[in-house]
């Protein structure tokens, strides 16, 4: 949340961060990938969105954290594609290394939106258990 909180001061961009989870359940590495998929897709709103407003949704239930980056811009069907964009491949090839689903496409009232859905499971509580207490990204 504060990396977005950050974006929003440097960039003078509106943000809104909203949801009902906080991705306490998550391995350490793993919230780490999801932080640098948000700082990926927050990299793309800066450079090609022209978005005056950014909306972060965090949702989690037992079987799934779902998080919700959109932005008010020019939607990714507006901004030329390279077929080789490094971003979009690393946020996809970060999301498959953790078991989690993305999907960037345009949102419904405009813009981008990137969803990643990652699954939650007995595995990755007892991941997170594990681990020493770390600082979230």
């Given at each position: 949340?504060?990396?977005?909180?950050?974006?929003?001061?440097?960039?003078?961009?509106?943000?809104?961060?909203?949801?009902?989870?906080?991705?306490?359940?998550?391995?350490?590495?793993?919230?780490?990938?999801?932080?640098?998929?948000?700082?990926?897709?927050?990299?793309?709103?800066?450079?090609?969105?022209?978005?005056?407003?950014?909306?972060?949704?965090?949702?989690?239930?037992?079987?799934?954290?779902?998080?919700?980056?959109?932005?008010?811009?020019?939607?990714?069907?507006?901004?030329?594609?390279?077929?080789?964009?490094?971003?979009?491949?690393?946020?996809?090839?970060?999301?498959?290394?953790?078991?989690?689903?993305?999907?960037?496409?345009?949102?419904?009232?405009?813009?981008?939106?990137?969803?990643?859905?990652?699954?939650?499971?007995?595995?990755?509580?007892?991941?997170?258990a594990a681990e020493p207490?770390?600082?979230?990204?």
């Amino acid at each position: 949340k504060q990396v977005v909180e950050r974006f929003g001061e440097r960039h003078r961009i509106a943000v809104q961060i909203r949801g009902s989870g906080d991705g306490a359940r998550v391995p350490a590495a793993t919230a780490m990938q999801v932080y640098r998929i948000v700082q990926e897709g927050l990299t793309n709103v800066a450079r090609h969105a022209r978005a005056s407003r950014v909306v972060l949704a965090l949702d989690e239930t037992a079987q799934v954290l779902t998080l919700r980056l959109a932005d008010d811009g020019c939607g990714i069907d507006a901004v030329p594609r390279r077929s080789a964009s490094i971003g979009l491949f690393s946020m996809a090839e970060r999301a498959r290394e953790i078991g989690a689903t993305l999907d960037v496409r345009p949102a419904p009232a405009g813009g981008t939106e990137l969803v990643l859905r990652l699954p939650l499971s007995a595995e990755t509580a007892a991941e997170t258990a594990a681990e020493p207490a770390a600082k979230t990204p």
